[in-house]
């Protein structure tokens, strides 16, 4: 069950079955408690939570932005995808690096968000297997890493051709504005 907490618009899943009836719920972002229930009404989502932005007008809004998420875990997939919810974004989704390489060379993403740590294919390669392909020269990579030597990590991914890089430890709002940077989106 998705959730979005009605006081920041934050969103979290939960287990359906973990929700009881007329369950309380307390947001861990801004503290905030709401009520939910089983089947029941979620919180209200509004259709633009606070602080969100369109994009820009124009020619670059006409379309919906790709993003690809190439993760091997499932859980970090759809965290990531129920993170940039609110952004609106077209996010396609794959398991390892041969598949997202297929994946990204297909969809030509305007956004490809990497795991270093994949398997078939690992995201050095990966991305340095992107940034040999001239039709994907426009596709920004945001490489990151669940265990990772802080700099070391981080300048071998710059150098596999890495616009950004982020630890798996982020905060939802740290990634989105990472994403809103690197798609050049107004927060």
Same mark, same amino acid.
């Given at each position: ?15 359906? $079955? ?6 309380r719920v307390r947001c861990p972002k801004c503290n905030a408690t709401f009520s939910v229930g089983p089947k029941s009404p979620e919180a209200p989502i509004p ?42 974004? $077209? ?9 997202? =390489? ?15 740590? =994949?398997?078939g294919m690992n995201g050095y390669d990966l991305m340095r297997a992107v940034r040999a392909e001239s039709q994907l020269r426009h596709t920004r990579l945001l ?9 070391? $990590? ?20 740290? =990634? ?8 050049? =989106?107004?927060?």
């Amino acid at each position: 069950m998705l959730l979005r907490c009605p006081q920041c618009g934050a969103q979290y899943r939960v287990p359906e $079955d973990r929700i009881k009836a007329a369950s309380r719920v307390r947001c861990p972002k801004c503290n905030a408690t709401f009520s939910v229930g089983p089947k029941s009404p979620e919180a209200p989502i509004p259709a633009r939570p606070p602080g969100f932005s369109a994009p820009e007008s124009g020619a670059a809004a006409e379309r919906r932005r790709k993003v690809v998420i190439v993760e091997d875990a499932r859980f970090f997939r759809e965290l990531i995808r129920d993170v940039l919810q609110p952004l609106d974004l $077209d996010v396609s989704e794959a398991a390892d690096g041969v598949a997202g =390489l297929a994946l990204i060379l297909r969809e030509r993403p305007d956004l490809a968000i990497l795991d270093l740590n =994949l398997p078939g294919m690992n995201g050095y390669d990966l991305m340095r297997a992107v940034r040999a392909e001239s039709q994907l020269r426009h596709t920004r990579l945001l490489a990151m890493s669940g265990v990772y030597r802080k700099e070391p $990590d981080q300048v071998e991914a710059e150098a596999a051709g890495a616009d950004d890089f982020i630890g798996k430890s982020f905060t939802p709002d740290f =990634l989105l504005e990472r994403v809103r940077r690197l798609l050049g =989106l107004s927060s």
